[in-house]
Structures are given as structure tokens and as C-alpha cells.
């Protein structure tokens, strides 16, 4: 038989070889149509021996005859090792090493076709998998990662799915299939892209509803072999939920900074895109202040208002922090105790007055003392917040002695201002009995009587006339105007 021409497939590179064919007994080559030598993985090539001849084989490929069988008979094994109908291409494993063979393809019509020695390459690596990235144009829609997020009430755009990292370094790339979507996305069928880059443009309609968590995109090399990556797509009407910790921090004044902290959250759905507030108690826009984290440092009261959106534009309704947050950092301007006498017993009533400089006012008014002349009062006698006078009365006071007292005004956030001291001195021990140094004769014809007496020192008296009741005196205390009889 003369030598005859076949084509051979090298992935998608066509080449014509020639190659001298040795007549087998009982069989001749024959051309049909179809008859093509399919170039795959050349790593895994595979060494067979046609008359005496070593080397590697091709086999029919998918438009052979139907019906057409494979039939694997290996060197020494004496009989058929498996068939199979041929409608694809023939990828076989790589025979062992120095196992050589024949195969034979035989046709419908029983006629049989002998495959020619060519440098046969055998692809059973898939091709690489593709990274997908997706773009968005819409305000309405979102992405993340491979997921793709879209307001059904937004208006019409599109996303684009892009296939990146494909190639094979076996075949080489044939295609990359992009799945059809559906229920208001188009396409709704899958599309080839047969370039690079490979990428589909995909367009979602006002009112649309489709959603799927799994939609694959193939890469295909030109040995048919396949790998998979998978993009979701996920509708999106439910707006963010925001909640507030002023709870925790009170309502009660403070003297220092506070922050009120905003937690917003989305679910399943895009995510939390920003989330706006006021703290004057205004209803929030997407013009006003934006954050998670309220930092309030001036005096006052605050009545915080708040929403959030998400990445697809929905929009939480406002909502109103249950509890106002009060500050007031500034100190009184003004703490009074009122005039004590010199010498206090117990039962010593002490008043006091402030003026706050802050918003809270004042609270209460606390009195300290300390024993000594240069002390700085620091043991509590009491406090009271009951105004104007903030009265306390000392009892259970200390030894007898000399001792500094104050009052220390409260604002209600707990800001202090104290009141100058005063010395005075605690006298509980009753003094020794006057004595009487001079006196009127007795008896005598005078109205008037004069009397002359000492007591310890820095004592005070009191004089009593009859039944007339005690009233200060000193001495020499007089009478005038007596009646005829006794008097005491």
C-alpha cells in the first residue's frame, strides 16, 4: 500500500505529517471521514507497536461512524481488554512501562481502522480554575468577593462576572462558559465567551427577583477537560436594624466625656454601608454626622437620633436613643458656710449656700472638720440636699477643742467647690458655779441692788431675778425699782 497522509490534531494546532504504514495481514488502513488523530495530554502519551514499529497512537474522534467500538488487545494478553462505544474522544491511560500493544478501531460496518504511529498527547489535567471577580454599576447593587447583592426596587443596571486565572498548559484553552440567570436577569441561557478575557455581562430589571447562592461558570480545554468556579447572586430589600448602649450609661449627670456606641446590623443581606445620627434630638440624613461611635464632651443634654443604610440603598426608618445622656463638667462658682460662733457644743446647727456654673445646679452640701488650727477638714460630719439652708446639725461631736470646719458643695454631676474654713472651738463640759464677790446688805432699806461675780475663764453668764426667767449678763449686774420683801 502506497503511503498516505493523515491529519493530526495537536490541540487546536492542525498539522499534516507523513508517516510510511506497514500493510498488516488481513487488514489494510483505511480513510473515512472523521478519522482524526486527537492530540490531549502529552504527559500522558502512550507507547504501542504497529509492524514492528514503536511509538505512540492516535484514535477516532467524536464524528466516527455510530456504533464504532474501541478494542484494547496489549501485547501477550491474547484477547480484548474492554470496549466501548465511540462518541468522544479516546483518552486512555498511559500503558506501563515497555507494555506495548495494539488498538484497533473498528466502525459500524465492521470495518476495521488501524491507527497510525503519531505523537499522540493525551490531556486528562483540567484546565486551570477560573478566579471570578465581579464589577457592579449601580448604587442599587453591591459586591463582595463572589457575591453580588441587588435592590429588586433599585433601578435597572448590570454586573459583569469575570473568568480570570484560566489557561492550560496541555491543550490550551478552548472556552468558558457563563451560566444563564433568570427571573428578571438576563441572559437566561449560558453563553460562551471563546477570548480573553472571558467575562459576561449580565443586565437586572427593576422588580427583578432571582436569587442563587451557586452559579457555576466552566472553563473547557480544547481536550474537553473542565474545571468549575461558582458566583451567587442575592436580592436585597431588607433594610439595616440599629441599636444603642445609652441605656447602660444612664441618664443620671456625668462630669466626664461619654460615647455612645451604635451597633447596626444587615443580616444576610449587602451589609451596613453607614449608619448617620444627631444629638440634638433632629431627625438624622445622609447629610448629617456619620458613625458607629458618638463621643459627647460639651454640657448639656442629649437626645440622640439615629438610622442606618445598606450597601443597596436600603434605608433603616429613624430611630430615637431611649435614654438622653447628660453632661456637666463644670465645677460651682460659689460655696458659703454660713457664720459659727466661736465656742459650738453639741447640737451645733451648720447651714451653707452655692452656685453651681454648669447645667446639673447644685446637688447637695457636705461639712467636714478636722481637729487642730492648721488642718484641712477631711472627716464628714454630715450633708444635706435639701435646699436653700442645706441644714445639718452636729451632734456626736468630737472631744472638746479646737477644730476647722467647711462646707464643700456639690453640683448634680458630682462636681465640687469647697467653702472657706472656720475655727471653732467644741465646749461640751459644763463650767464651775459662779461665785458671788459682792452683794447688797441684807437687809436693807434701798430699791436697788448690785451684784459682783467670776467664773472661769471665757465663761458666759446668765442672771435670773425672782422667778423673771435667765438672760445674759455681766458683771455687775443692777436692779432698780424693788418692792418691799425678799428677792432672790
Known amino acids: 500500500m502506497e503511503p498516505r497522509r493523515l491529519r493530526q490534531v495537536l490541540g487546536n494546532d492542525r498539522r499534516l505529517h507523513r508517516r510510511r504504514l506497514e500493510r498488516q495481514p488481513d487488514r489494510c488502513l483505511r480513510r473515512r471521514p472523521g478519522f482524526e488523530h486527537e492530540s490531549t495530554n502529552s504527559a500522558n502519551t502512550e507507547l504501542v507497536t504497529f509492524g514492528g514499529k514503536t511509538g505512540v497512537v492516535a484514535y477516532a474522534q467524536s464524528n466516527a461512524p455510530?456504533?464504532?467500538?474501541?478494542?484494547?488487545?496489549?501485547?501477550?494478553?491474547g484477547g480484548s481488554a474492554g470496549s466501548r462505544a465511540t462518541s468522544a474522544v479516546f483518552d486512555e491511560p498511559r500503558a506501563a512501562t515497555g507494555?506495548?500493544?495494539?488498538?484497533?478501531?473498528?466502525?459500524?460496518?465492521?470495518?476495521?481502522?488501524?491507527?497510525?504511529?503519531?505523537?499522540?498527547?493525551?490531556?486528562?489535567?483540567?484546565?486551570?480554575?477560573?478566579?471570578?471577580?465581579?464589577?457592579?454599576?449601580?448604587?442599587?447593587?453591591?459586591?463582595?468577593?463572589?457575591?453580588?447583592?441587588?435592590?429588586?426596587?433599585?433601578?435597572?443596571s448590570t454586573f459583569t462576572v469575570t473568568a480570570g486565572g484560566t489557561g492550560d498548559s496541555q491543550s490550551g484553552m478552548?472556552?468558558?462558559?457563563?451560566?444563564?440567570?433568570?427571573?428578571?436577569?438576563?441572559?437566561t441561557t449560558g453563553t460562551d465567551d471563546l477570548t480573553s478575557p472571558y467575562s459576561q455581562v449580565y443586565n437586572w430589571a427593576n422588580g427583578a427577583s432571582y436569587s442563587n447562592a451557586s452559579n457555576t461558570v466552566t472553563a473547557y480545554d480544547n481536550a474537553n477537560g473542565t474545571a468549575t468556579a461558582t458566583f451567587s447572586v442575592v436580592p436585597d430589600s431588607a433594610a439595616p436594624s440599629t441599636t444603642d448602649d445609652t441605656g447602660s450609661i444612664g441618664s443620671a449627670w456625668k462630669n466626664t466625656n461619654q460615647t455612645v456606641t451604635l451597633t447596626p446590623g444587615d443580616g444576610t443581606g449587602s451589609g451596613v454601608a453607614a449608619t448617620y445620627y444627631t444629638t440634638d434630638g433632629s431627625t438624622p440624613t445622609t447629610s448629617s454626622s456619620q458613625g458607629t461611635s458618638i463621643v459627647l464632651s460639651a454640657n448639656g443634654?442629649?437626645?440622640?437620633?439615629?438610622?442606618?443604610?445598606?450597601?443597596?440603598?436600603?434605608?433603616?426608618?429613624?430611630?430615637?436613643?431611649?435614654?438622653?445622656i447628660r453632661i456637666d463638667k463644670t465645677a460651682p462658682t460659689s460655696a458659703t458656710l454660713n457664720a459659727l460662733p466661736s465656742y459650738i457644743k453639741n447640737g451645733q446647727a451648720l447651714t451653707g449656700t452655692g452656685v453651681d456654673g454648669g447645667p446639673s445646679g447644685i446637688a447637695s452640701i457636705a461639712y467636714y472638720e478636722c481637729a487642730g488650727g492648721a488642718c484641712a477638714p477631711n472627716v464628714l460630719i454630715g450633708s444635706s440636699s435639701t435646699g436653700p439652708s442645706y441644714s445639718v446639725t452636729w451632734s456626736s461631736q468630737p472631744a472638746d477643742g479646737t477644730f476647722q470646719v467647711l462646707a464643700r458643695v456639690s453640683d448634680g454631676a458630682g462636681n465640687t467647690l469647697d467653702s472657706p474654713k472656720q475655727?471653732?472651738?467644741?465646749d461640751n463640759t459644763s463650767p464651775s458655779a459662779p461665785?458671788?464677790?459682792?452683794?447688797?446688805?441684807?437687809?436693807?432699806?434701798?430699791?436697788?441692788?448690785?451684784?459682783?461675780?467670776?467664773?472661769?475663764?471665757?465663761?458666759?453668764?446668765?442672771?435670773?431675778?425672782?422667778?423673771?426667767?435667765?438672760?445674759?449678763?455681766?458683771?455687775?449686774?443692777?436692779?432698780?425699782?424693788?418692792?418691799?420683801?425678799?428677792?432672790?
Open 66 to 77: 455510530a456504533g464504532t467500538t474501541y478494542e484494547n488487545s496489549a501485547s501477550g494478553t
Open 174 to 187: 478552548q472556552k468558558v462558559n457563563f451560566p444563564g440567570l433568570g427571573n428578571g436577569i438576563t441572559p
Open 435 to 488: 461665785a458671788i464677790t459682792a452683794s447688797p446688805a441684807n437687809p436693807t432699806t434701798s430699791t436697788s441692788a448690785s451684784f459682783s461675780f467670776t467664773g472661769e475663764a471665757s465663761a458666759t453668764f446668765q442672771c435670773q431675778l425672782d422667778s423673771g426667767g435667765y438672760s445674759a449678763c455681766t458683771s455687775p449686774k443692777s436692779y432698780s425699782g424693788l418692792a418691799d420683801g425678799s428677792h432672790t
Open 423 to 426: 475655727t471653732v472651738t467644741i
Open 99 to 156: 507494555n506495548t500493544g495494539s488498538r484497533t478501531i473498528t466502525d459500524s460496518t465492521n470495518n476495521p481502522w488501524v491507527g497510525q504511529l503519531v505523537a499522540l498527547k493525551l490531556d486528562n489535567t483540567p484546565p486551570n480554575t477560573p478566579t471570578l471577580s465581579i464589577t457592579e454599576a449601580s448604587t442599587d447593587s453591591y459586591q463582595s468577593g463572589t457575591n453580588f447583592f441587588y435592590r429588586p426596587a433599585g433601578t435597572a
Open 301 to 324: 443634654t442629649y437626645s440622640i437620633k439615629y438610622f442606618s443604610v445598606d450597601n443597596v440603598n436600603n434605608s433603616e426608618p429613624v430611630q430615637t436613643a431611649g435614654t438622653q
